[in-house]
Nanobody, 129 residues
Framework: QLPLVESGGGLVQPGGSLRLACFDS????????IGWFRQAPGNEREGVSC????????HYADSVKGRFTISGDNAKNTVYLQMNSLKPEDSAVYYCAKGPPLACPWSGEYKEDYWYDFWGQGTQVTVSS
């Protein structure tokens, strides 16, 4: 069983909303940071948002600030990414990953995914009319 499982992707019209979920089967959200990343065809993987253990700190890429919200429900072992006002350029495969507490926030010293060791299989988000 994969340690992380994403769900909630799909096809949505521009301006619409989706909520992605990242389930941690190992129940370690109290100890690990969780990051959301995305990769579109032909593009490098980029960081979208992250949340530190127990939700103490959150961080967002400039491209999604004000539109996306990350949150965690440790009782359900799940981290959510609420995505509002979606744009066609948000279309990508979205992955969640977990890393040590220092993996969030992203300091800029390393690439966003540098500290993340365990990854889910990804969920496709397509924003199109």
């Amino acid at each position: 069983q994969l340690p992380l499982v994403e769900s909630g992707g799909g096809l949505v019209q521009p301006g619409g909303s989706l909520r992605l979920a990242c389930f941690d089967s190992e129940s370690t959200l109290d100890y690990y940071s969780i990051g959301w990343f995305r990769q579109a065809p032909g593009n490098e993987r980029e960081g979208v948002s992250c949340i530190s253990p127990s939700g103490g700190t959150t961080h967002y890429a400039d491209s999604v600030k004000g539109r996306f919200t990350i949150s965690g429900d440790n009782a359900k072992n799940t981290v959510y990414l609420q995505m509002n006002s979606l744009k066609p350029e948000d279309s990508a495969v979205y992955y969640c990953a977990k890393g040590p507490p220092l993996a969030c926030p992203w300091s800029g010293e390393y690439k966003e995914d540098y500290w993340y060791d365990f990854w889910g299989q990804g969920t496709q988000v397509t924003v199109s009319s």
